[in-house]
């Protein structure tokens, strides 16, 4: 289960297929540029352990990068192309990273970055698909080199930066795997039996390959032998044209696509034919059940749902009957035990809720942050925690409640934002939302709610009272938003993660202590 495997049995068969073009990266062409870069990092004197960082936009040569790195011992970091250059050099210094590989399409901020005191630490630039001033083209430097193994491989990994709630983003360092190149790695092994990939795999998954999922569920369907389909961005009308026209058995959503498909008018949905997929994961971000059921209930029952994080310290996963049986849970661990704790530190019964921890899945630190290492695991413990609130039930099935750093209390009530976004974007006029607390001289924090309302309904006084009389009909009244905001796009990377500090930070910038 490694692409060298198929390069060797079927070397034409297209493991990257570029959705807009339909350009094709067979295996063979993989296995040989992998080879090359491999050369290239070591003719560099990059030893195992140490750093390539990545600013690309999305291409085929972000796999040649990945398979590369893999093969000689490299940590590959990736970089978001949505950053600023102070942001992106930040990246850069703080994982130390010896060579920097930028998309000529954004050769603006790599320069910027290139030049900046960060990247004293690197010693060379190459330009993907196009020239960068003072960068070497990547292509003419791999064609140096010969398309055989190096003689010393070593598996490398990813050190993917996690944003966090709080601070600037800290890497997360996977330990090196010890054994062969060509070994059977963790992450294939606990999915491939459950999605069923194989040859014949057609994977789509419109988001950025700079995030942890694309580029690893990516390099997944290599190891067994199927075809990715890169888009270059997701549009909810193009995305179904797209299952249709390549035929795509396995796909990758966050719940936002989810409802921007649920938005189309009923005849473009039904205008094309999804029936070639076969699975469709989503995870990312919290699904509301209506959302969920909708898809379902369009798409049949093929949603996949799993939760981890960047740091991986543990998987659950619940496929589509379970989740009939279980709506709202997102499944069982798969990897590492559950643990519910309460603020004292201790372990609470099925069904209660509290802090979610969980023992025995990767040992993951943050780089060079022993402190914020500390404040991930338990005092007393190995277990550690991405920050996430909920509770498992009696069958062992975990229910996310909400974010810890987003939790509103309210005259001493906790208010969970999550319940309450769930509501408001299921209102036809949403598309949607962000619920956060803000100061309230009386109760501490009050709720308050930012919309991005449908194109054709306008942000008014009136569409804000027709919220409240919907948040009326559904939630207590402790949870109902005093307030609304209306905005023509919510910050949101795109994977879907809602960036929320971004709107909630401005009500607290004067209020001291408040964690964000």
Not at 13 to 41: D, Q
Not at 161 to 166: N, R
Not at 221 to 249: K, P
Request: charged share 20%.
């Amino acid at each position: 289960m490694h692409p060298r495997l198929f390069a060797r049995t079927d070397p034409d068969h297209a493991a990257v297929v570029i959705a807009e073009s339909g350009e094709t990266l067979s295996y063979g062409a993989l296995e040989e540029a992998a080879n090359r870069a491999a050369h290239l990092f070591r003719d560099m004197g990059l030893k195992r352990g140490d750093v390539v960082a990545a600013f690309l936009d999305n291409t085929p040569q972000y796999f040649v990068l990945a398979w590369a790195t893999q093969r000689c011992g490299l940590y590959l970091t990736t970089i978001s192309s949505r950053l600023t250059a102070g942001e992106a050099a930040y990246i850069v210094g703080d994982s130390g990273a010896r060579a920097l590989v930028a998309s000529s399409s954004l050769a603006e901020v790599a320069s910027a970055v290139a030049v900046s005191p960060e990247a004293a630490a690197v010693s060379r630039r190459l330009a993907v698909d196009g020239p960068i001033l003072g960068f070497e083209d990547w292509t003419d430097s791999l064609s140096r080199f010969p398309t055989t193994p190096v003689p010393d491989e070593s598996a490398g990994t990813y050190m993917f930066y996690s944003s966090g709630t709080t601070g600037r983003p800290k890497g997360v360092p996977y330990p090196l795997p010890a054994g062969s190149v060509e070994a059977l790695d963790p992450g294939t092994a606990l999915r491939q039996p459950i999605y069923g990939w194989d040859r014949d795999t057609i994977y789509f998954h419109p988001a950025p390959l700079y995030h942890a999922a694309p580029l690893g569920f990516g390099c997944m369907i290599h190891r067994c032998g199927g075809t990715v389909l890169l888009a270059q961005r997701f549009d909810a009308e193009e995305a179904l044209a797209l299952i249709e026209r390549y035929r795509v058995t396995h796909s990758q959503w966050v719940p936002t696509m989810f409802v921007h498909f649920l938005k189309l008018p009923p005849g473009v949905r039904e205008r094309h034919d999804l029936s070639s997929m076969t699975v469709a994961i989503h995870a990312a971000a919290p699904c509301s059940q209506s959302v969920k059921r909708q898809m379902m209930a369009w798409w049949g029952p093929i949603l996949h749902e799993f939760y981890s994080g960047t740091e991986a310290s543990g998987v659950t996963m619940i496929g589509p009957e379970e989740w009939l049986a279980k709506p709202g849970s997102v499944g069982k661990a798969r990897m590492g035990v559950i643990h519910i704790v309460d603020d004292a530190g201790d372990e609470v019964p099925a069904g209660h809720e509290g802090a979610v921890y969980f023992e025995g899945g990767l040992d993951f630190k943050y780089l060079n942050d022993p402190a914020k290492t500390a404040e991930s695991r338990l005092p007393g413990r190995t277990w550690s925690t991405m920050g996430d609130l909920g509770y498992v039930d009696e069958d062992g099935y975990l229910f996310l409640t909400d974010r810890k750093a987003y939790m509103i209390v309210t005259g001493g009530v906790n208010v969970y934002p999550q319940e309450v976004e769930d509501v408001l974007i299921a209102h036809p006029d949403v598309i949607d939302a962000a619920v956060f607390g803000v100061p309230n001289a009386e109760f501490g924090e009050e709720v308050k709610a930012v919309i991005q309302p449908v194109l054709n309904a306008p942000p008014t006084d009136e569409l804000a009272e027709a919220l409240r009389s919907w948040c009326r009909d559904r939630l207590s009244p402790v949870k109902h938003p005093r307030s609304f905001e209306f905005q023509s796009q919510l910050p949101r990377e795109p994977t879907g993660k809602l960036l929320k500090r971004q709107l909630r930070d401005p009500y607290w910038a004067n209020h001291g202590s408040k964690i964000a």
